[in-house]
């Protein structure tokens, strides 16, 4: 079952400033060859279930490697099985319905 | 890695009822064993990683099974190294913490 | 418009425990007198639109004041135009579904 | 109060292409003149707490005003006293950590 997913980590007992985490966890997205594209408040992510949820494991562990002992993320997971929906897909379905001046 | 998470499935393009969907994902928790709290905005849960998202990935398969051709759920999902928790104690935890100097 | 909501707020940079932060927060709901109820990883609340973003909004006040530099609030609203709907209705409406063959 | 939000709006009973209410949700946006950027789960928007949750509640309001009888929205709220961020802010900040290339 392919996934098309956002998800965003929160180390908590780090201080305030994250993105040395984020970051890392972008490297372990890089690592695991799958589509993945960062932005403001999370990642967009798309693969197999299993594969897309095994990379999140390994974002936690990653950060709770680097020093974090406690970790709350919040992730969205949409599936479907009338068709293939990729990343572009989403974008591009919302913005061809975008009117002249929308 | 033990996690307590929170999950709510939304079954898109089955009409506005959803209660039988999410009814068929609580059969689906009873049958995994794992430790799992309805409420009304979602299901948590405890246990191994891989378990709890197995079983959050049955519950799509469940309700796709029962016709919804897609669907949209949020997770939130907490890991902690520094100690065990469970849900009784989280919930435990804050009310220790209201009333008198709370 | 009347909202049946869920929310957790996770504090950031203030350590690892959370618990007095969101026991702050439950005084902030009671002093509302909205209608809501704490859960293992957040909160149920119901009421309209504009209180209930207020109320969250004061979470957040009284989080900072406590010393948070920082807080990432993870929020599921739902509205519905076609009837009234309780946090009690949709738990009931779940439950009522349960059992002999789901 | 500033914030740095994410949102994704789901319409339930309208059937499965939802991409026309995004759309609609996308135009309510521009119209706010908040700064936002639509993403393959979600949109990102900042602005002052007030304003942002008025535009979420507009989406709302025209969602169901295009006949969706129901909607669950997820929403991500970040607020920080110790400094001003922005939506570029954030995401330069996570690259400008990762490693060559990373």
Redesign the interface.
């Known amino acids: ?1 392919n996934v ?3 998800f ?1 980590v ?1 180390p ?2 780090v ?2 400033s ?3 985490y ?2 890392a966890c ?2 372990v997205l ?1 690592e695991s060859g799958l589509s993945h ?6 990642t ?1 992510i798309e693969g197999p ?1 299993e594969e897309v ?1 095994a990379v ?2 390994r974002c ?2 990653r950060v ?1 490697a680097m020093g974090a ?14 068709r293939d929906q990729t ?2 897909d ?2 591009a ?7 002249g001046g ?1």
């Open positions: 079952m098309i997913a956002d965003s929160v908590i007992g201080g305030v994250l993105s040395r984020v970051a972008q490297e890089e594209r960062l932005h403001a408040y999370g967009n279930w949820f999140i494991r936690h562990e709770h002992p406690r970790i709350s993320t919040t992730i969205k997971v949409g599936t479907r099985i009338d990343l572009n989403k974008v379905s919302v913005t061809s319905k975008l009117g929308g």
